[in-house]
């Protein structure tokens, strides 16, 4: 059967993604003040950030319409796997389910359309489009394919961040998982965790350097008990690729992967991550 991923614009476009000719990208919708742009390839990350940081306005970011997602659905391919955002820090979920109900009201049944919560963001859903493709390149059966990348997301993979800022999160009201304490120590750098799909605490240091190098010890933590040699680690950054390549090189000692790879965040990740923000994602 023949197939096709759609994944909102959360999620990272690695190398191997890119090689891909048969994934589309949903794209969300940025904005400061009047200045709204689609989260698509066009999407300048050092101008966007120069904007953030100039402007006086919180970035804002509008999750992509039910018709949207179901003009994506209406490809020549069979199965259709999908992959959106956490349903917890965004509706765009929820919008990718009622685009599958708008396609099948208007075509019929005719398709196998799946659509996964990556119960996180940025590599982690790279790294569930990248389990998709191998999977149903290989031929397996459509209802196998959803069960085991479901399994990857719920059992098999973790996000960790460290970011420079958490007033866009805090002001877009994404911090809500947090206890409220936590927010009067914003100059801390906080080191989180998605877990459910919500913001978890993991650590807190004084610095950024110290952040990250603590982040790497709870990522050594988690794996000190997997087999890495086929597994990937997506460090993704904002403006910083020589703090992603630092991140890297700390994991490194701690963690063995089989492939590490340093690539910019997008629009929508880049708007909550702010300047600076580093996320790590990986399998295990």
Known sequence: MSFRIVADSCCDKTEIINKFDNITFVPLTLSIGDYVIPDDENFDQDDFVGRMIASSETAKTACPSPDAWATAYDCDEDDVYVITITDKLSGTYNSALQGKTLFEEEH???????VFNSLATAGIESLVAERIHKLASDGV???????????????RSKLFFCLESLDVLKNNGRLFALATGLLKKLRVRLILHACDGNIKLSGQE??????????????GEDVKDSDLSDKRLIITHVCCPERAQFVAEKISAYAKFGSVEIVKASGLNTVYMSNGGIIAAYTK
């Open 108 to 114: 019929g049944e005719k398709k196998n359309i799946h």
């Open 141 to 155: 059966p459509f209802e196998q394919v959803v069960g085991d990348v479901e399994d990857l997301i719920v059992n």
């Open 206 to 219: 004084l610095s950024m350097n110290r952040a990250l190098t603590k982040m790497a010890s709870f990522i």
